[in-house]
């Protein structure tokens, strides 16, 4: 009696240790957790207030996609907000490209992100306009290998300040929009044809972009790197596992590409949860939200946590899942807690160090 007593105990224990291993869909709230690639380009903000409730806090990342004056502004709204939301908040500077002719430009550049560490910045951004936009006088078009921001980088790198980049595109950038595997990037590209590099044939392909990017890489061994979007190797979680052995010093947010992810989940689900655990060191949650204070506070504020807790589901539990991104189902990761813990907030604090 007393053996069985035991034996029953022991496997009551065994299952409340197994169901501990993992988060449930009601674990959402509980669990604290960092959004690091958010965008926040207004005073008049809500994403704070539904971070707070959803247990977030936020990389607000500057970008240099409009002007320099808008760099200027918008790194004063992210200063200002670090004031307010100390803990909630974490921001990265940028820097733009005029004067990039003139002989002082990396001087001016580094004196410009001296003083937005100095302010709180935390990282520095680079956008895709470095390679698909920007031209110096002779109509070159200034790719991210340039010697020219050699001083900047190796700056970066004898500060310990992460470079954080969008460099590069998804690979559907470079498809007509019926091959594109996922919709938010035929409905992007539809929207942005500029950027649609199917179109541009004149335009360095995908395989040049990446090239550049690696290259620079090379030249500076000591800068950490965080690549956005999967460092635009979204489409294989193969290519990108080969990318992070080849840069150790580098990790890569998830953000807007979690489509790129169900797709491969729909046809491969074990090999992608493989890919989650043998490399949940270098992946951060994220997802490329930008608030800019035009919509209305509670259809904003709706979207963000529909975002966030669709996006746990998938990650933490295994049900069947479907996604206006994609076509069919696919089933959710149910990743340990061990390694949800690292996603959601231990690595984005490690490599940013940052979020105290
Ligand atoms: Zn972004």
Redesign the pocket.
Known sequence: MKTRLLLLTLSLLGLFACQNQFYSSEDFTKVEKIDA?F?IYTDYNSSVSQAMEDHFRLLA?N?NSESCGAVGENHQIARSLKEVHPREIEFSATFCLDGWDEPGWAETTIRWLDSCIADGAVAVKVWKNIGMVYRDRDSNLVMIDDPRFDPVFSWLAGKKIPLVG?LGEPRNCWLPFEQMTTRNDSSYFSRHPEYHMFRHPEMPSYEEQLAARDRMLEKNPGLVFIG??LASLEWSVDELAHWLDRFPNTAVDL??RMGQLFFQTRDDREKVRQFFISYQDRLLYGT?I?DSGSSKPENFRKRIHDTWTSDWRYLTTDETLTSPLINGEFRGLKLPKTVVDKIYSQNARKWYRAFP
Do not use: F, L, V, Y
């Open positions: 690639h965008h990342i970008t969008h956005c979007h953000a807007a490329d930008i």
